[in-house]
């Protein structure tokens, strides 16, 4: 059995930062990619970044939405993601989910997908006021 487990969450102002954590635990597998993905009440779950391990150095991917004020970090050998946000804004309040994916493809930005992730963590909220 493999665990993510996310940390890092909390209650910051607007213009503010944070960084998310994220460490499996459990079996021993080895990820290609990690990602990170939010979920607001009442929306769908949204793509924010994946670290794609297959590129040298680690290529990575973001939607407009975040470009330029998150960056995802990690180590591949232990299965850790990192998410430093910055200029946070009230509507990137969600539960933000780290995810690991043990399928290789062709290309990184299948990693903007939901499903080539196998193993998912409970989330940890961010909530950003005005």
């Known amino acids: 059995q493999v665990q993510l487990v996310e940390s890092g969450g909390g209650l910051v102002q607007a213009g503010g930062s944070l960084r998310l954590s994220c460490a499996a635990s459990g079996r021993t597998f080895s990820s290609y990619a990690m990602g990170w993905f939010r979920q607001a009440p009442e929306k769908e779950r949204e793509f924010v970044a994946a670290?794609?391990?297959?590129?040298?150095?680690?290529?990575?991917y973001y939607p407009d939405s975040v470009k330029g004020r998150f960056t995802i970090s990690g180590d591949s050998a232990k299965n850790t993601v990192y998410l430093q946000m910055n200029g946070l804004k009230p509507e990137d309040t969600a539960l933000y989910y780290c995810?690991?994916?043990?399928?290789?493809?062709?290309?990184?930005?299948?990693?903007?997908?939901?499903?080539?992730?196998?193993?998912w963590g409970r989330g940890t909220q961010v909530t950003v006021s005005s």
């Open positions: 670290i794609d391990w297959t590129r040298i150095g680690g290529s990575t």
């Open positions: 995810a690991a994916s043990d399928t290789l493809y062709s290309h990184g930005d299948y990693y903007r997908q939901r499903y080539p992730y196998r193993y």
